[in-house]
């Protein structure tokens, strides 16, 4: 398998655009997460899904920000709209399950927001 | 509120020193801890995986341990080379199904 794939590796916008990220997870992974990672915050887990189904949103940091997972070969993370404090480096991971696996983290979108 | 805490930020050692690295947690209510590694502008790679009934896990030079009561594991590294050199940190998924990650040591292993 060729581990979790996210695109664009880097993404250059302007304050007020919509940006959306992207993420396949390894094939048969049941879980998926979205991290963001920043000097200040350091790594914080923004939402994860469950076969699909978002789990838990509670660090989504606000209502500009929102994912989805229509099949379990894809998710996306939108920022909508973006804010030079949104800029960071947004990591997807996946798992096969929750306790007992380990997560397995793809290379990471960096995000700049001017 | 649940937090992980890593100490130091960052340790230096020279090349073939055993050492440890700590991580802290705040609520004794986990299902597991995982410690990862992280170099330079990549993502995360997990190292070892211990849960929460285990009290260690070992993978090759690696000695990973776990202490509930005291909210503590440690992270052995034995013969330390300089390809150790990267950032640890340890995720702990507590039992409300909220993962909370340390902000990381940053390791230098100087040949």
């Known amino acids: 398998d060729a581990g979790v794939i996210q695109s664009p590796r880097h993404e250059v916008t302007e304050m007020g655009q919509e940006v959306t990220l992207r993420c396949k997870p390894i094939s048969g992974h049941d879980y998926l997460f979205w991290y963001r990672q920043t000097m200040m915050r350091g790594l914080e887990l923004l939402i994860y899904f469950n076969n699909n189904v978002p789990i838990d949103d509670s660090g989504m940091p606000e209502d500009r920000f929102s994912a989805k997972m229509p099949n379990a070969s894809f998710s996306t993370l939108k920022i909508q709209p973006s804010e030079p404090r949104d800029s960071a480096v947004y990591f997807c991971?996946?798992?096969?399950?929750?306790?007992?696996?380990?997560?397995?983290f793809g290379p990471g979108t960096r995000l700049t927001v001017l | 509120k649940q937090e992980v805490t890593q100490i130091p930020a960052a340790l230096s050692v020279p090349e073939g020193e055993n050492l440890v690295l700590n991580c802290s947690f705040t609520?004794?209510?986990?299902?597991?801890l995982q410690w990862f590694r992280q170099d330079p502008g990549k993502g995360l790679t997990s190292l070892l995986l211990?849960?929460?009934?285990?009290r260690e896990q070992t993978s090759g030079r690696l000695n990973a341990s776990l202490d509930k009561s005291s909210g503590r594991s440690t992270l052995y590294i034995a013969a330390s080379q300089p390809g150790d050199s990267a950032t640890y940190l340890c995720?702990?998924?507590?039992?409300?199904?909220?993962?909370?990650f340390g902000t990381g040591t940053s390791l230098t292993v100087i040949p």
């Open positions: 995720a702990v998924l507590y039992t409300g199904n909220q993962f909370y």
């Open positions: 211990i849960q929460s009934s285990q």
């Open positions: 609520d004794s209510a986990i299902y597991n």
């Open positions: 991971a996946s798992s096969l399950g929750l306790v007992t696996d380990t997560q397995y």
